[in-house]
Every structure is written in C-alpha cells, then in structure tokens.
C-alpha cells in the first residue's frame, strides 16, 4: 500500500485573479507514447530490469465507484528484489517517488521473472481521476512511470490506467467456446501466454491471427490486437506492413499473409498497447501506415532524418499536417510566410492527410499534389521523437522546394490497387480467461466509435478526427465483426452522442449532464447535485468550457448558485464565434474559497457552426 495523497482541491489563500484555474496539463512523455511502424520485429529479449505486463484491478477506473487500484502480476524480467515507480501527481505537478516491494518469482519460458503487486487507495487514484482529462476521446489516464531496479538506471515505461463509460452500455455477447466471444465491433480470444514471448523475443501475432481465421471471415485488411493484460513497451502501438502490392511509394512488394492464415486479403497487423487502440490519433496513425511513409527522403531532398523513427515517418516539410510525422505531431504543421520565412501553425478544424499520403493511398493523381518545401534541420525541435512546438515557433535553416516529379523520380508513379472501405476487426487477446461484460461493452463502443457511423467525424479534444475524415471521406472504414459459422451480432450504439454519460463526473451526481454536441445558438442545460463530500458547504459551481487549443480567451464560463440541498441548475447557449471543439469541467465553490482546479474534466464537447 502507498500512501494517500493530501487534499485534492485545496484553497489558495490570498490567490488573485480567476476564480477559475486553468487546466492541469498532463505531463509528456514522448516517444514512450508515439506509435511505430516495424518492419521487423525487435531481435532482443527483454533485460534484466524490464517490465512486461499487468493486469488491472479493477479493469476499469469508474467515476462513480469510490476504489483503490491494484496492478496484479506485475511482471519484470530477471531477478529484482526492489523497483522504483513515479507517480505523477497532478496537483503539484510533480513526480512522487514509489518504491515496490516483490511480492514472488515466478518461470515463465525458461525465464527468471519478479512479480509486483502495488496497490493504491482510494483516495489516491479518486484524486487522479478528479483532475485528468477522460472521456469519449481519451478512455484512459496516465498514472507513472516505471523506472526499474532500485539500484539499477532508469527503464522508462509510462503506465496507464483503463477508465470506463457509461455510454458504453452492455452489449450481446455470442460466446463459442471458453477461448473466443465477440459482439457487434469486437473478438475477444484467449490465448495463453501471450506477450510473455517478449522476455526472448518480440510479439508474435501470427497465432492471434491464425486463432481469429477459424472463427471469422477473411475479409478484413487490418487486425488491430490489443492485450487484456497490460503490456508495457516504448511505444503506444505498432503496425507491420503484411502485404503491399503497390508500387512508387518506397516500399517492396511483400506478401507474408498466408502466415497469418488469410488467403490474400489481409494488409497489416496492429499491436496497441493498452488502450491506446481506441483513440483517434493513435487509429489513424495506424492505419495510414498501410501506405506510409516509406519515401527516401535522403535520396528525394539531400536530408539527414531526425525525429521519431524517421526511416517509417514523414519528415518536418510544408504542404499541410502529416498523420505520420516523425518530427510534428498531427496537430501542427509547418508553413512558409509571406515574407519567405517559416514557422509552426496550429492545425485548425479537423485534420486531413498530406497531399503525398492521399497520393500514396491512390485517392489523389500526382497532378493534384502541389510543390511543398522539406526542410534541412530535422531535429531542431526534438531529435529523437514527434513533437507540437507552440504556434508560431519559427522553423530555421535552409529548405528545399519539392514536387511529385522529384518523388516519381526516385520511386517511380504510385500504381497498385486502391481501396474504397477497409476492413478492420479489433481483437482483444487474454491469457487465461474471456474478459468481463463490462470490460466487453467498453471495447466494443470505442471500436464502434472509430467507425465514425454517423459520419459526424468523431473529433478528439485536439481536433483530431476520424480516419475517414483525414482521406476526404474516400475510404469508408468498417469495423463490424463477421463470424464464418455463429450469428452476426447487431445492435445499435450511440457512439456519437449528444451529452457526456450522468454518472462521469466524479463529486457530482448529474440528472442532465453537459452536451458533447451542440448548435451555436442551440440552449441546452446542465443539472445536477453536489455529491463530493470534503466539504459540507458548497454554494456555487461553475460549469466552463475550455477549448482544445488552450486559448484562455475562447473559455466559455457560466456560474450558478448550490442550492441548501446540494442541487443546481445550469442553462447554457453558445455563441456565434464559439464554435469548435471542448473540454466541460464543473468546479465547486464555497464561501471565502479561493481558486479551485475542476472537479471533472470531459471531452470532447463539439460545438458546431449555427445550421444554415
């Protein structure tokens, strides 16, 4: 057991200005977080020191439940009395440094391994919930680091935590076996030992696949697994090319699907890691790696490649945002000023693929990609890892203007087929048990979700949208699930809906929860009673919305009285020039209270352009 954490929402004697604080921002963690693309797997075994895997208990972080928090059978390789863990608190801003007890030893595949069992209470992980940004768009929280062996250097692994919904509703379960279940949007199987493999070697997914093929068509060109048991790695997720038969984008043909037991419809593969398989960011990522980014941009431009694996990721160049960027994060992008000189830009609305990546993909002709610049200095912002420079960092160093004939002349025009839909089924593999319902209904709402049914793009709080969207809408992803032999499960699911669920706002228990989409001019309200219990004196809340590009001055504040017994009432319009995309918090005030941090942060809220 660790010790508890001290006030969460303590006063601030003498604080002046806003009664309201400005969001906690969460730490960055880097390349630990950035996902890859592999063309062949990692070779070594995991070192002494290093983590494998946990299981979480309870598999899902609920607001309105008050539990602590126990990683189970947390495993590291060798044999390894004492670890360190940092905790992040968000408070302070800070790390807490932990220290963890083993609790056995244990063999697994000719292998020594420490097993760990840390265990947090309520208070600690209720707090950390109170102030970290979940939601529709980030299912999950950060809750450490990993640093390895007491007495050894630093293994840095960042640790997340599963948070439920719910929205996510309970779902029809078709069960075949005690090894396989699926509903509408997601296969659960049972594999045993999986991602043990990693302590000689690599994930292996060719048995996944294999086990997936005897029960469910062959008719998908992604398999997206994704571990019950919690596999701590460098990176969020990975994706390895199985099959490309198109040509002039840098990449051999290959045809490895028979491995996997598909008979020629399969393209890739995914690992994510954790939960990471259900964000927008991370989905997209993945899937543009089907066709990207494999250019020799040494060859193409004269460049030395710096940033987050830049032999498989596009390089800090002009001509809009890149979903694959080993130098900018997706939500920037590079531009050329009147004047000659460049800078960083905030990608503003909801992103799209570079220009080079729909031509890569077959959906536009090189006569609709226009010259853009590639920049010299590649590192000059992180050299090691994908990066979001404030807007308006100027860019220095020379710069080469390029064009699709520059490309075309290393690798030859982009021929091969062109897809319209891809097909991706989500595979949640477990070692010794099918999962939960509930742990069910949670995977298969986001995975649903990622589909983007209604077509409303499905944007995250940064403004990143569905895949779907970032190609223009020309390839349609599917994610329902096919079994060859059992039923079809269908069934309905608001994976785009109009208010956050009324139950997921810790403190405070909701009768009708804050819009997650909404019409400029559109009144809405917000309703609810104060439940949070540090305090017996509550007299006013504020509901705001902080906008997802951290303008202070886009923040959208209404205030309203607590009533004696606890309840209150908001109504709510936004106004024309506020549309975009939120977060809703709800603060909590009491009388000579000073600022106050939110009670609850949800995301994304949508807010949309009046109807014309």
Not at 62 to 80: E, I, Q, Y
Not at 108 to 118: A, D, E, K, T, Y
Not at 175 to 194: A, K
Not at 496 to 517: H, K, M, N, S, V
């Amino acid at each position: 057991m660790v010790a508890c954490v001290g006030l969460l929402f303590a006063a601030r004697p003498g604080t002046q200005g806003p009664r309201d604080l400005p969001p906690l921002p969460e730490p960055r963690i880097g390349a630990i977080d950035a996902p890859e693309m592999r063309e062949q797997w990692h070779s070594l075994a995991l070192a002494e020191g290093e983590p494998l895997s946990f299981r979480q208990e309870p598999p899902l972080l609920l607001p309105r439940d008050d539990h602590g928090t126990r990683l189970s059978d947390f495993s590291v390789a060798g044999d390894v009395a004492r670890v360190r863990f940092d905790r992040w608190n968000q408070q302070t801003q800070s790390y807490e440094a932990e220290t963890w007890e083993r609790d056995r030893t244990d063999t697994i595949g000719g292998r020594l391994v420490s097993i760990f069992s840390p265990t947090w209470p309520p208070a600690v992980i209720q707090s950390r919930l109170a102030t970290a940004r979940v939601g529709l768009d980030r299912p999950f929280l950060f809750l450490g680091m990993f640093r390895g062996p007491a007495d050894g250097p630093n293994v840095d692994r960042g640790v997340y935590l599963r948070v439920g919904n719910s929205l996510a509703r309970p779902v029809e379960i078709v069960r075949v076996d005690d090894t396989v279940q699926y509903s509408s949007h997601v296969v659960n199987l049972v594999v045993p030992g999986f991602g043990t493999e990693r302590l000689a070697a690599d994930l292996d997914l060719e048995p996944v696949a294999r086990k997936f093929y005897e029960h469910f068509e062959d008719s998908y060109e992604v398999l997206a697994v994704t571990p019950e048991a919690a596999i701590l790695d460098r990176y969020a997720a990975f994706h390895r090319i199985v099959q490309n038969q198109v040509d002039g984008i840098g990449r051999p043909r290959t045809a490895r699907f028979a491995a996997y037991g598909s008979a020629g419809t399969l393209l890739g593969v995914e690992l994510n890691y954790n939960a990471y398989l259900l964000t927008n960011d991370t989905s997209t990522h993945e899937l543009t790696h089907i066709w990207s980014h494999a250019f020799d941009w040494g060859r193409i431009a004269g460049i030395a490649r710096a940033g987050h694996e830049p032999a498989s990721h596009a390089p800090l160049m002009t001509g809009g945002e890149s979903q694959v960027g080993a130098v900018l994060e997706a939500t920037r992008r590079a531009v050329v000023r009147a004047d000659g000189t460049a800078a960083i830009e905030r990608v503003t609305g909801l992103g799209r693929q570079h220009p080079l990546d729909l031509y890569a993909m077959g959906l536009i002709g090189p006569a609709e990609v226009p010259e853009w610049f590639v920049f010299g200095e590649q590192g000059q912002f992180d050299p090691s890892t994908s990066s979001a420079p404030p807007p308006g960092t100027s860019i220095t160093g020379p710069s080469r203007r390029v064009s699709i004939n520059d490309v075309m002349a290393i690798h030859g025009p982009r021929s091969g087929p062109v897809l319209s839909t891809l097909r991706r089924a989500s595979i949640v593999v477990s070692r010794d048990r099918l999962i939960s319902g509930e742990e069910m209904a949670y995977w298969n709402y986001f995975a649903a979700r990622l589909e983007d049914p209604t077509g409303s793009g499905i944007p995250s709080y940064e403004g990143e949208p569905s895949f779907e969207v970032t190609t223009n809408r020309r390839i349609d992803v599917r994610s329902d699930i096919r079994p060859r032999n059992g039923p079809a499960v269908s069934q309905p699911h608001d994976v785009d809906p109009a208010a956050f669920g009324t139950t997921d706002c810790r403190g405070i228990e909701l009768t009708q929860a804050p819009r997650a989409r909404v019409r400029v001019a559109e009144r809405f309200t917000v309703a609810g009673r104060v439940t949070a219990r540090d305090r017996s004196d509550f007299d006013e809340v504020l509901l705001r919305f902080w906008p997802g590009t951290g303008e202070e001055s886009r923040a959208v504040r209404v205030f309203r009285d607590v009533s004696r017994s606890g309840t209150f009432n908001i109504d709510v319009e936004m106004r024309d020039g506020q549309d975009g995309f939120y977060s809703a918090e709800l603060f909590l005030f009491w009388p000579g209270a000073g600022s106050q941090y939110a009670r609850c942060t949800l995301s994304p809220m949508v807010v949309l352009p009046p109807a014309r």
